[in-house]
């Protein structure tokens, strides 16, 4: 079933990598900008899904459209990728990315922050090159929908760094569902999904309202099985460290399930464990923290809840397929559903 998915995946990867290497600049007199330059191309280069650009044209099929006409968008959907993974990397203090280090601990916070910036500008570059392919008018509804995006992310990214600033530990399912969807559903699923069938020209206001509960749903259980892969993936496969969202004190599915189910005292020294900054817990704490979730059953709950998501995705996508005309992009979308839960990496 997944081998359409992974062609796809595969073949949508040549063509956005092919698009950002001849995009992004490659040499400068300078050998300041020439060492950017390089900095540049380094996460858009790193081995990945490409996801979203994969929904994008993939929506954009299934109306019936071309997807020449979604090169820029799906492009811009990998850099804008790329610049909030570095910034995110910084943020959650993290080490691997993609199997490799993080660009932060290569050079430094503050050259990071600044690669991150300047693909935040190709990015919108990028989407203005729509013009002349898809005319004044589309290309600002695409450029309404990242606007969307980006407020959606940040706001997202807020709750989620207030949760750990401020050490809260009362965080509920409804509330990490909310920052989910803001986070990661947005930018994962529901815009990319959005960016195509409105790059189709076929689509009608009320086919493009329902990928927005369809993205919801696909990206919380994206967002599940990241969190539950972060535990349980192997080193080599996964690309990131392994227990990390415990050592960044992260409020995942898995840990609010462990907290609602261990004694009072098993919840105090989670609590002590998990308030802790990352460079002062141990190895062992860590391990102590994922063993509980594994005692509790916590992370099969969320494996449960990610399938529930999904499904629900599956049965809203069901009812606008239906009336669609890209049969084999169909299929594919379909069977991506489940390899968004399937996957290991």
């Not at 994008?56 to 006409?69: P, R």
């Not at 922050?113 to 190709?122: S, Y």
């Not at 990490?176 to 803001?182: E, G, I, K, S």
């Not at 349980?232 to 392994?242: A, L």
Request: glycine fraction near 6%; include cysteine.
């Amino acid at each position: 079933m997944f081998s359409s998915v992974f062609e796809y995946l595969n073949e949508t990867k040549k063509q956005i990598d092919a698009h950002i290497s001849d995009f992004l600049p490659t040499a400068h007199g300078n050998p300041e900008i020439d060492f950017l330059y390089r900095l540049m191309r380094d996460y858009p280069m790193r081995p990945g899904k490409r996801l979203r650009p994969a929904l994008c044209f993939l929506t954009c099929e299934m109306f019936g459209g071309k997807t020449q006409d979604a090169i820029h968008t799906a492009t811009a959907l990998e850099l804008l990728q790329s610049w909030l993974l570095i910034h995110d990397d910084i943020e959650d203090e993290s080490i691997l990315r993609r199997g490799e280090p993080c660009l932060h601990h290569q050079h430094g916070v503050p050259v990071a922050i600044n690669v991150g910036d300047a693909l935040h500008c190709k990015m919108w570059e990028m989407l203005n090159q729509n013009v002349s392919l898809l005319g004044y008018e589309l290309s600002f509804q695409i450029l309404s929908e990242f606007i969307q995006l980006s407020n959606r992310v940040v706001e997202g990214q807020h709750i989620e760094l207030s949760w750990m600033r401020e050490k809260r530990w009362d965080v509920s399912e409804e509330d990490y569902w909310m920052m989910c969807v803001q986070k990661t559903a947005w930018y994962t699923c529901i815009t990319p999904c959005r960016l195509g069938a409105l790059i189709s020209s076929t689509v009608k206001p009320d086919q493009l309202a329902q990928f927005v509960q369809i993205g919801s749903d696909l990206g919380v259980a994206f967002q599940i099985q990241d969190d539950v892969l972060n535990l349980i993936g192997e080193e080599g496969t996964y690309g990131k460290e392994i227990a990390g969202d415990i050592s960044e004190g992260k409020r995942t599915l898995m840990l609010i399930h462990l907290f609602r189910s261990c004694t009072q005292n098993e919840s105090a020294i989670l609590k002590k464990i998990m308030s802790k900054p990352r460079k002062e817990k141990t190895e062992v704490e860590v391990y102590d923290v994922l063993n509980l979730m594994k005692e509790y059953n916590s992370i099969q709950y969320a494996e449960q809840k990610s399938k529930q998501f999904a499904k629900k995705a599956s049965d809203g996508f069901d009812q606008v397929a239906s009336a669609l005309p890209g049969e084999p992009a169909k299929q594919v979308f379909k069977n991506l559903i489940d390899f968004v839960i399937e996957r290991q990496y």
